[in-house]
């Protein structure tokens, strides 16, 4: 069994930063590609980030692009979420999760983290 513990979130001002954290549990995290999802209040799960194994595929919503950055530490089973330039729109629950291969869509990912809140404030 696969556990994802993500961690880093917060209450911020707009214009902030935060990195948010994913710690996966196993001996196997360096085979899979991770991803970065997010739900609003009243709003659908929606992609954010998603990096292959091997990190060179890189992939971004729209809305996060050149804010977000994602990056990926095999040695420590860790994925991150580098966020900068933080919106009130941004505010959301923040899930890692696990796929075979970087994806937007959520349906490809196998396991999911517990999720860690993220407020921006105006």
């Known amino acids: 069994q696969v556990q994802l513990v993500e961690s880093g979130g917060g209450l911020v001002q707009a214009g902030d930063s935060l990195r948010l954290s994913c710690a996966a549990s196993g001996r196997t995290f360096s085979s899979y590609a991770m991803g970065w999802f997010r739900q609003a209040p009243g709003k659908e799960r929606e992609f954010v980030a998603a990096?292959?194994?091997?990190?060179?595929?890189?992939r971004y919503a729209d809305s996060v692009k050149g804010r977000f950055t994602i990056s990926r530490d095999n040695a420590k089973n860790t994925v991150y979420l580098q966020m900068n330039s933080l919106k009130p729109e941004d505010t959301a629950v923040y899930y890692c999760?696990?796929?075979?291969?970087?994806?937007?869509?959520?349906?490809?990912?196998?396991?999911w983290g517990q999720g860690t809140q993220v407020t921006v404030s105006s």
């Open positions: 990096m292959s194994r091997s990190g060179r595929d890189l």
């Open positions: 999760a696990r796929s075979g291969y970087a994806s937007s869509d959520e349906t490809v990912y196998d396991y």
